[in-house]
T-cell receptor, first 113, second 119 residues
Framework: GENVEQHPSTLSVQEGDSAVIKCTYS??????FPWYKQELGKRPQLIID?????GEKKDQRIAVTLNKTAKHFSLHITETQPEDSAVYFC????????????FGKGTMLLVSP | AAGVIQSPRHLIKEKRETATLKCYPI?????VYWYQQGPGQDPQFLIS???????DKGSIPDRFSAQQFSDYHSELNMSSLELGDSALYFC??????????????????FGPGTRLTVL
């Protein structure tokens, strides 16, 4: 089955800095890659996703890049703010209508004022 | 916009008891997924349903069962509860669309979760 590795496990930055979280996946058939943000005790919330026919996608301060050859994808957050502090999960799935998600282990992002 | 609804939000049970968790997907969504998340861990996929049929199965213990009903809500039934079953249980829903005969993948939206504590 699919295996998703995520690094780093914790990331501390100063407010205004950029943050980068990286994930690799094992199954070359995977071609949907969402990112979720989860605050303590709350639900995972989809913040951005990318499909395999796209190399990069941006939404305001958040961007995701995908390298299918190397089987890795990354989340980039610019101009970080304290409210960006949370656990971020990457995930991968195969493109079928009801495909399940395989999650990475998560990255705890701490943004200090 | 309507979101995924889960009930109850909190549940405390004794060992060997049973529990039933309910999930009401976003209106018009036809696919439901159940995930288990232990403290400090990533969500682990348990089971999913599409159009009331089981579509995929993950690491769901034999003590657990689930189904999706005609109104698309789903229930996760947990029996012979163990201490290790204490976790957050999330339900997610998505819409399986067909475009020109080809299936497309749609985003999964998570409910608020049920926190199960087994004493």
């Amino acid at each position: 089955g699919e295996n998703v590795e995520q690094h780093p496990s914790t990331l501390s930055v100063q407010e205004g800095d950029s943050a980068v979280i990286k994930c690799t996946y094992s199954d070359s058939a995977s071609n949907y890659f969402p990112w979720y943000k989860q605050e303590l005790g709350k639900r995972p919330q989809l913040i951005i996703d990318i499909r395999s026919n796209v190399g990069e996608k941006k939404d305001q301060r958040i961007a995701v890049t995908l390298n299918k050859t190397a089987k890795h994808f990354s989340l980039h957050i610019t101009e970080t703010q304290p409210e960006d502090s949370a656990v971020y999960f990457c995930a991968a799935s195969i493109k079928t209508g009801y495909s399940t998600l395989t999650f990475g282990k998560g990255t705890m992002l701490l943004v200090s004022p | 916009a309507a979101g995924v609804i889960q009930s109850p939000r909190h549940l405390i049970k004794e060992k060997r008891e049973t529990a039933t968790l309910k999930c009401y997907p976003i209106p018009r969504h036809d696919t439901v997924y159940w995930y288990q998340q232990g403290p400090g861990q990533d969500p682990q996929f348990l089971i999913s349903f599409y159009e009331k049929m089981q579509s995929d199965k993950g690491s769901i213990p034999d003590r657990f069962s689930a189904q999706q009903f005609s109104d698309y809500h789903s229930e996760l039934n947990m029996s012979s509860l163990e201490l290790g079953d204490s976790a957050l249980y999330f339900c997610a829903s998505s819409l399986y669309q067909r475009t020109s005969g080809r299936a497309t993948y749609n985003e999964q939206f998570f409910g608020p979760g049920t926190r199960l504590t087994v004493l």
